[in-house]
């Protein structure tokens, strides 16, 4: 690889953590809502451990193979990329703690803060002493390290006071204390002072010499223990197995893997970080000392406290009923009359809800088959689908057990379906099924049959289609039915559709049409003529798509790409990536969904898709990218992707250092995600004013 090549890279996982950092600076955006900004606090924090959990561990394990792995764009060693990781995430912590104390001293005027105990009364103090003695010790379980006393196991993200200790005659040992109980509340309210607390596990750590009182207590700290999550399915898949009891045995080895990462309140000796190195069999360099509360879930219960203070929030919105749809009239004839789209979460779910519902009554359908990946714990869909199966349709439902971290939900929810007569399917032993695809098959006079068909860019789950945006696709298009039949006759088979014409479907028809598209482009920009390529993902890491963008750019074609998180290419890099645009949108509401656009004018070709433009997804899993041929949506597409484009409110645009940097380009900023919010309620008032 040439050197000025590799500077059009960069690392997947200092990507991720620099997406990670954008999701944090929101946290001290003032123009976003107070109680807002916790909440970008609090999901920074979550997605550092799901990031030390999957990637981390990942690349622990990696570096404990006798083959040496290395990053395929810029060549970094698994050691180096963990070097590097935890180099990045002591700034980030020191970053987050200066953000953490703004937010604080902010919240303070509002009537909520977080004390200790130097800024106690002597009266409150006793209070606290003794809110501890009766309220909290009884339940607590203190041990003491030694021979007779094995070093405990300590469970996955939960806190525990550390204590090192000296006997009376004079040896050292190590006291651990579980900070968390079922009986006892993480926040503990100061009765003299309403609005203010104190943490329980900062209460425990001041009076633990009370549960060592025969000891002296030198050090201590509250620690927190991340461990490994990446349990590999695909390695234990055997036809012989019942692959649902290999998912739930998987699912509690996960809880006992090795730690990645070891986080402490406080600083602590060497010898005693050394001793815990040994007994957790971590490295030392893993330890990361950590200057906010360790778990920054518990700012969701201080929101409640700000409820009465509406200016503090985001502005109140929920989906709208979409323009052009009847709620009041069959979907389903809608659908076949012509193509929906639907935009979540600006419009509801409700059309699609109601349209699988129809479905399972309906006396002309005769099946219904769906690929599930996540799915909401009380879900319409699945009481649809039992009822379809209870009426004696064919209901075919492939859930795949392996989404990560929503297993234990998704075996629950295979159960249910399967005692209602679903035909159940597990996915495939090589691949992920990622895929959103949903096909009823009805009786037709004239033909003999027909299909309706929904695809989309999101899960089936209707508490994140008012969080995420996501594109779903109804359509009674045949060729389209007809392709996704196939896909769903394959999956039945436990095979993958080695051919398709409309669809893209990974991981045999993705990449390599991608790749031919973009060849597409190549020779119109060389021929002179306007060409162009549109990407909107969430994730751009596949090494062949992203050589063929650079190749594309010096053809002369100019290329648009919205990625919200991981992206491995560098735009603006001069001889190689001067006509690529990365833009980054970090908002209100996740940005999810996939657009894929070719070409300019009559010819041009869009798509939306669940994959991102990532190895995994492009020929690791089993993903499906619709085209669009109405050309109300194609404008409507369009029109979508040109607005997140101009987005100079939370929309930052890389450069070609990697950085991302806010840019001006509206006169009065533009915020993409609430300008779809006023359009979808501009749509439905006029649809209530015309009686619809």
């Known amino acids: 690889m040439e050197k000025e090549e590799k500077n059009c890279y960069t690392n997947r996982e200092l990507s991720w953590l620099a997406f990670n950092e954008r999701v944090l600076n929101e946290a001290s955006n003032e123009k976003v809502p107070l109680a807002e900004r916790l909440t970008f606090a609090s999901i920074y924090q979550t997605n550092l451990d799901e990031f030390y959990m999957v990637r981390v561990g990942t690349l622990m394990t990696q570096m404990n193979s006798k083959e040496k792995i290395c990053e395929n764009k810029t060549g970094m060693s698994s050691e180096k990329q963990v070097a590097a990781i935890l180099k990045k995430t002591r700034q980030l912590e020191k970053k987050k703690a200066v953000i953490y104390e703004q937010l604080m001293g902010e919240l303070e005027p509002k009537g909520v803060r977080i004390i200790n105990f130097n800024k106690l009364s002597n009266q409150e103090g006793k209070f606290l002493e003794e809110y501890f003695d009766v309220h909290i010790a009884p339940f607590l379980s203190p041990m003491i390290i030694g021979k007779q006393h094995p070093f405990p196991f300590l469970a996955n993200k939960q806190m525990y006071a550390v204590v090192l200790l000296t006997t009376p005659k004079g040896k050292n040992k190590i006291g651990i204390?579980?900070?968390?109980?079922?009986?006892?509340?993480?926040?503990?309210?100061?009765?003299?002072?309403?609005?203010?607390?104190?943490?329980?596990?900062?209460?425990?750590?001041?009076?633990?010499?009370?549960?060592?009182?025969?000891?002296?207590?030198?050090?201590?700290?509250?620690?927190?223990?991340?461990?490994?999550?990446?349990?590999?399915?695909?390695?234990?898949?055997?036809?012989?197995?019942?692959?649902?009891?290999?998912?739930?045995?998987?699912?509690?080895?996960?809880?006992?893997?090795?730690?990645?990462?070891?986080?402490?309140?406080?600083?602590?000796?060497?010898?005693?970080?050394a001793e815990l190195s040994n007994y957790l069999e971590i490295g030392k360099g893993h330890f990361i000392n950590v200057d906010t509360p360790l778990d920054l879930s518990y700012v969701f219960e201080l929101q409640n406290y700000l409820a009465d203070k509406p200016e503090l929030f985001y502005e109140k919105r929920s989906p709208r009923n979409p323009a052009g749809i009847d709620l009041k009239t069959g979907i389903i004839e809608q659908v076949e009359q012509k193509d929906r789209l639907l935009s979540y979460p600006f419009e509801s779910m409700k059309p699609f809800i109601k349209m699988l519902e129809e479905a399972a009554v309906d006396e002309k359908v005769v099946s219904i088959k769906m690929t599930l990946y996540r799915v909401a714990e009380r879900s319409k869909i699945i009481d649809a689908l039992v009822e379809a199966a209870e009426n004696g349709k064919e209901v075919v439902v492939l859930i795949e057990l392996r989404a990560r971290f929503d297993e234990a939900n998704n075996i629950e929810m295979s159960k249910r379906l399967e005692e209602a007569g679903c035909q159940i399917l597990y996915g495939l032993g090589e691949y992920k099924v990622h895929s959103k695809l949903c096909l009823i098959t009805k009786t037709n006079e004239a033909s003999g049959f027909s299909y309706v068909t929904q695809i989309g860019t999101g899960?089936?789950?209707?508490?994140?289609?008012?969080?995420?945006?996501?594109?779903?696709?109804?359509?009674?298009?045949?060729?389209?039915?007809?392709?996704?039949?196939?896909?769903?006759?394959?999956?039945?088979?436990?095979?993958?559709?080695?051919?398709?014409?409309?669809?893209?479907?990974?991981?045999?028809?993705?990449?390599?049409?991608?790749?031919?598209m973009?060849?597409?482009?190549?020779?119109?920009?060389?021929?002179?003529?306007?060409?162009?390529?549109?990407?909107?993902v969430n994730s751009l890491t596949d090494k062949t798509i992203i050589d063929k963008f650079i190749e594309a750019s010096n053809a002369g074609v100019k290329i648009d790409l919205i990625v919200r998180g991981i992206c491995c290419l560098k735009p603006k890099v001069l001889g190689f990536t001067e006509n690529i645009r990365v833009i980054s949108i970090v908002g209100r509401f996740l940005e999810h969904s996939r657009i894929y656009i070719f070409g300019q004018g009559a010819q041009q070709k869009i798509y939306i898709a669940s994959a991102d433009f990532m190895t995994r997804n492009t020929i690791r899993r089993v993903e499906v990218a619709v085209?669009?041929?109405?050309?109300?949506?194609?404008?409507?597409?369009?029109?979508?992707?040109?607005?997140?484009?101009?987005?100079?409110?939370?929309?930052?645009?890389?450069?070609?250092d990697g950085l991302y940097l806010d840019r001006k380009i509206n006169e009065i900023p533009i915020d993409s995600q609430e300008e779809f919010y006023r359009q979808a309620y501009e749509a439905a008032e006029c649809m209530t004013r015309s009686g619809q």
């Open 627 to 656: 085209p669009i041929y109405d050309e109300d949506i194609k404008r409507r597409i369009r029109s979508m992707f040109e607005l997140m484009l101009s987005d100079d409110e939370k929309g930052k645009e890389q450069n070609a």
């Open 459 to 516: 899960n089936y789950n209707e508490k994140t289609s008012r969080l995420y945006t996501d594109l779903s696709l109804m359509t009674a298009n045949q060729d389209i039915g007809i392709e996704t039949a196939k896909v769903f006759d394959a999956l039945q088979k436990g095979e993958t559709v080695e051919t398709t014409s409309g669809l893209l479907v990974a991981p045999h028809c993705l990449q390599n049409r991608i790749i031919g």
């Open 177 to 273: 204390v579980p900070c968390k109980n079922m009986v006892f509340k993480r926040l503990i309210e100061i009765p003299t002072r309403p609005g203010t607390f104190m943490l329980s596990e900062e209460l425990i750590l001041h009076f633990i010499s009370k549960l060592y009182s025969k000891y002296r207590i030198r050090e201590k700290a509250i620690m927190r223990v991340t461990r490994n999550a990446d349990i590999d399915a695909y390695d234990v898949y055997d036809e012989d197995l019942d692959y649902r009891d290999v998912m739930e045995h998987l699912i509690k080895k996960r809880n006992r893997l090795s730690p990645v990462r070891i986080e402490l309140s406080r600083e602590i000796n060497d010898k005693a970080k």
């Open 518 to 536: 973009i060849d597409e482009q190549i020779q119109i920009a060389k021929a002179g003529g306007d060409a162009y390529i549109g990407v909107k």
